[in-house]
């Protein structure tokens, strides 16, 4: 199976925040957060892959600053580390203050997700090409995180 960089699979989704989105201080749920991180790091992953995913697992997510209504949100993802079946995605949220101008980061996760067959089976994926000092580094720490996960099971 040949490789895919990891520049083949990134994306980013952008969201203007409105009233639906929001609590009644006017910030945006952490639900509405999550579930659009978990969107980016699906369409990421699903890119690697080439086939449908399923997410398995997501790393604790820290909320740092509010997204506030009429906020321009930003949430961008790229794949990892590979490993068989199993691909993560590193996922960063950043909101827009389009009238001042500010961008603050809002929060960061890593999401885990498996490739399935077309009988819903976990399948092999394409290895990641890591192509600079930093993909190198984050997959390098994937393996860690990897490894962490898998003694928690225990």
Partial sequence: MEGKRVDESKITLTQIMNVIDANILGNVHGGILMKLSDEAGGIAAARHACRPVVTVTVDSMTFHSPVNIGDLLQVSAAVTWVGRTSIETRVVVTAEDVLKGE????NSAYFVYVA???KGRPTPVPPLICETEQEKQRFKEGEVRRARRLSEKL
Wanted: aromatic share 0%; with cysteine; glycine share 0%.
């Fill in 116 to 118: 399935l067959d077309e």
């Fill in 103 to 106: 961008v603050c980061h809002t």
